[in-house]
């Protein structure tokens, strides 16, 4: 049924009813904010018209709309229809039932309109629900709307739902007394029958209303039950659920109601496996996802009862579950495609939020160990798959996993070493079982891996040491279960990996570290006694390498023999011993396991003999001068274990440099910095060749084994390969991610004119034409240059710098551990420059950008340090020269010095925070007369600089911070900035920017509430100063232009230092009326300077002749405009 309009009747009402004709044409619009405004005209006009036929035209027409067959028109004259009941109280039920009889009648119509007209009929109801229409009518005319209702939503079986739901909208909201004597007694015929009889939508309208009304809705009267979901009626209901279902009914309400209402029934198990598995037996999938669905809100809401769940992972339903995820024909290509509709992305998405919605559930405490076991079981061996993270795409298996404990992790354990020794089966169907594939072994060792690093039984080193064990067999010298059984080169790699990576995680005692890898070497030594396993080694491995371990051991016993071990003899062991299981690794990792494991020796043996001496109780000059402390030799082989791409040798070095932390000199420390400073000889940066050689011999070996080089995959640190077909897009994305490296060849191109000290004053005009070819030739050939270095680079150049970024990345994790606790005062001023010329060196490539970001967190947690192991040997003449070395821009570009701006400001409150430290140390021990600190003096000079000099690059937020940090030195700074604040020849924005910076110095000391007289004797002598300088300034007769903005930020400050004054309670002599009606005073004369100003160049601008507009014109089109503030100085000159 379509919208239809009489256009004698419109004629006839048109002087009255024009605007609101005008006004239904915005009722059709898609927009709802265009519908809401059409529907409020139209009941804005109607407010207004005295014409009563107005109003029953706009009813008629409404009504009558409901049953047109767009749904965007329905939307729009629905929302019209219910203001229009609930805003004009003429109207009555009786009018509307009368035009609902003549407007939406289905005689003579088609089928399809018989449907349009039973939705009108329905939507003429639902709009005397909303508006309460119909709580203000009799009891007949209230039985007449719900039988229209009703008797509306039988006409189609897809208009059920909406009339059920519309009833139930309006029933939520009466109370118990109407719906007892009102409106059940109306309705509760139709639901007198047999539960079989029932449709989807009643029982949905019983649940929800009997949930709602318990004591009035009597279950067993209507259905013969107490419960829509009692035992009796579960396999009826569930097959009502699970046949019949078409897309647009997966949504139906009650699928999400049942599911909430068993989930914490004593039935579920029923429900599930006889009601809704059964069912299931082949592809379906509009019947999948409403499994899908009803099992993640089941999920969702489950409280008690967890003891069921591994009873809703059933056969039938997790073998179509896997399917999806599989991408098995049989499951995607069961149905034809239509409106955009993918059914794979549609069920991976929704059994995606299954697996999430179980992942949750399981952490609930009320989880017994055996449920998570058994779900485990379910989802990895049967009916699940082992590669079950994979096939899924998640990680639900560790989630559960994670939560296990120590019970829980040693059951799973042995399910797994029966997959890994092939003593269990796979069963595939009753009476039908196979071995297990080798990607299913290696996935079970992979877990294996993960349960030996678990936090239940990180204390449990005979655990650790069983399945290491079983591991290593199978790694190291290719032994399986049964000894006649070869195991495959690729599946003894692969488990070899999984080895490496029980040690990525932490151990909590250091003890047990020692003890897990101490048996672990006595186990190979009597594996290698085996003539059949040696004759295999000797095979795979060279004689050095046998040599090599048999050193290894002998220092070890040694070591071993002591009977109270240091920290150091710990620190030894453990290196020794993890490199000695290197030793059975790649060959990259050999080679660096041998040249360390010599290299631990000699520098054992001199650590020994330097304790000796010191023993015998001779002087360490005694010690010869010409070989290195034992320390730094270790700090050097740690270096070069750390250059190996492993993430166990990465956390093995993390682990014994906490050891070693009390014994790291300056020096040592020194070695490590050095590897991370760019300028040093030494630094990675000058083996490139070398380094670039090593990785590719890294790649060969990958290629021969086919398998990356052990635990390398772990924890994300392996290199992640990139396909040739991503170079290009690669150069592209890093050369416009260069914007520095392009910017100092510029200014090379530029020469002396970018070393100009005032930037600002340069005018294109005065170059002449040979100068200008020049320039554009210098700066041709400069973006020739650039552009021709970036083709250059291939993917070998990329690779070096990720191994380099990656290395020094792992160096900074060992700085950090020594930042940790409280380090040495002249070690972390030692560091600033190191870093800094490394934070530079990343920011001139955007390769390194990763390696920039964690520079700048260890900055952070350098310049957050407070607390000093010793603050000997540093004077402030030292802290001096670090922060000159710090805030001068020397041979940096302007680009990459404003890059650095926040690292500048970091360092120099970390400096003036190191000068209290030394001030407070001298102040115990003599009390001398105390004069301007010589950092105040450095930092003013700064100061001065950045008022004075164009060329001063340092950024306004250093002196926010210097300014804002608890120190004395603060308040001998405010007087420089009072000076330029004042002085007419400081440009406006900097006068501006220093009144920011008193206020902000003012919000500080309002925190830290100055107390000692001391400081408020410099407050007012300062205070004074300020007051002084101001009055002088403004009721002087010296000329002082500034803009408005200034007076604004000038009485901000005033206001911001009497709240000061006033929370603080701090004495002071400021009259802060008087100095407000000063400003007030001056504010008028200087705005009109300024306007006077801007009207005068103005004039002179327009005065300029015409010939210069294209030439300037041609200018801003070559980015070469000058700014309007040049042309105001060239105008006023030519005056």
Known sequence: MTEETDPNAAQKESKVTASVLDAFDLLKAPKDDAKLNGGSKIISQLHGSENEKDLQYVLKRLVRSLGANVPDMRTGYFATLVALLSNFEGITISQLLELVKKELHS????????????????????????????????????????????????????????????????????????????????????????????????????????????????????????????????????????????????????????????????????????????????????????????????????????????????????????????????????????????????????????????AKALKSDQVEESVRVEILQKLLLNPGEMNFTEITGTTVVKSIISDLKKDGVKKMAKLFKGVLLNTSKKFLKENVERNWYNNERVKAAELLSYLVSHEAIKDDTEFKLTYMKLLMCFGFFKIGGDDSVAVSSELSGAIKSCFYRCFTSRFSNVDNLVTVLSSLSSFICNILEKEQVKAKIEKQFPKENMECWEMLMEVCKKIEENDTKTKIDKVFLILLYQLGLFLFSEPVHVKIARSSIKELKSCYEHYRKGKKKQSKAKKAEDLSSDDPEWIEVLVEVLLSILSAESSVLRSVVQCVFRLLWEYLTPSAVGQIVSVLDPENESNPLTNDDSESENEDGDDNNEQENGKESDEESAEGEEESESDDDDDAEDDDDEEMRTPEQLRLAVQKALGSAALESDAESVDADMIDEEEGKKLDEALADAFKQFHQSKGKKSKKDRKDKKALSDFRIRVLDLIDIYLEKDPSMDICLGMIAPLTRCLEFCIQDSQFSELENRVRKTIKNLTKIRKFSSVDDIDMNILCDHLKSVIEKDARSHFLFQALGDVITFFATFIIHCSEKIDSKKSKGTKSSKTVSPLTEIIKESMQNYFQNRNCMLPIIFFHNVLQTDWDGSYALVPTIIQNVFNKNVRLFRRNEGLELMSGFYRSLKRSKPTSDKQIKQLIKLETEFETTLVKTLKGDDEFTVKNNFFVILRKLINTMQAFHESCQVETKLNFKSLLDVVGSCKATVKTVNNKQIQDTQAVKKAKPKKNKKKRKFEQMNGNAEPQQKKIKKASESE
């Open 107 to 358: 005689n003579g119509s088609s089928k399809s309109e018989v449907g349009d007209v039973a939705l009108g009929q329905i939507l003429v109801c639902g709009a005397i629900f909303r508006s309460k229409l119909i709580l203000k009518c009799s009891s007949e005319e209230q039985g007449e709307v719900i039988q229209l209702l009703m008797a509306a939503g039988k006409k189609k079986s897809y208009l059920s739902t909406v009339a059920y739901l519309i009833l139930l909208d309006f029933l939520k909201g009466v109370d118990v007394e109407q719906f007892a004597s009102v409106y059940w007694p109306l309705i509760k015929q139709d639901f007198k029958k047999d539960i079989k009889e029932h449709t989807l939508d009643s029982l949905y309208f019983l649940m929800v209303i009997n949930t709602k009304f318990p004591a009035k809705v009597k279950l067993r009267k209507l259905i013969g039950s107490t419960d829509v979901l009692a035992e009796d009626n579960i396999h009826t209901v569930c097959e009502k659920m699970m046949t019949g279902i078409d897309f647009n009914s997966i949504g139906h309400p009650i699928y999400k109601e049942v599911a909430t209402n068993i989930a914490n029934s004593p039935h579920l198990q029923l429900f599930w496996t006889s009601g809704i598995d059964s069912q299931l037996v082949k592809h379906n999938r509009n019947r999948e996802l409403v499994a899908v669905n009803i099992l993640t809100t089941v999920l969702n809401n489950i409280n008690t009862g967890f003891e069921v769940l591994p009873e809703l992972i059933s056969r039938n339903f997790f073998k179509l579950f896997m399917d999806w995820f599989k991408g098995l024909q049989t499951a995607s290509k069961i149905r034809s495609k239509r409106d955009n509709e993918d059914d794979n992305k549609i069920m991976i998405r929704k059994q995606k939020e299954l697996l999430n919605a179980l």
